[in-house]
């Protein structure tokens, strides 16, 4: 859960892409499981097909959560 919130403020400050190679890093680095990384990589995929307003709004919500 840890690494998931800091992926997504590396998304959130710097994009998909960065939080995409952030995330392969940490499973090269057995970090996370592959489940765990496919996870992610969906979740980032979702936030990017929506809209800026809805992803500031979930993006802001969820790292509250987290």
Known sequence: MEHFKDILRIY???GYDLA????????IN???????HKKISDSLSSFEV????????LLDKSLIIL
């Open 30 to 36: 057995n970090k996370i499981s592959f489940d765990s």
């Open 12 to 14: 959130k400050k710097s």
């Open 20 to 27: 995409l190679s952030y995330s392969r890093n940490l499973l």
């Open 50 to 57: 929506m809209n800026r307003k809805t992803r500031k709004i």
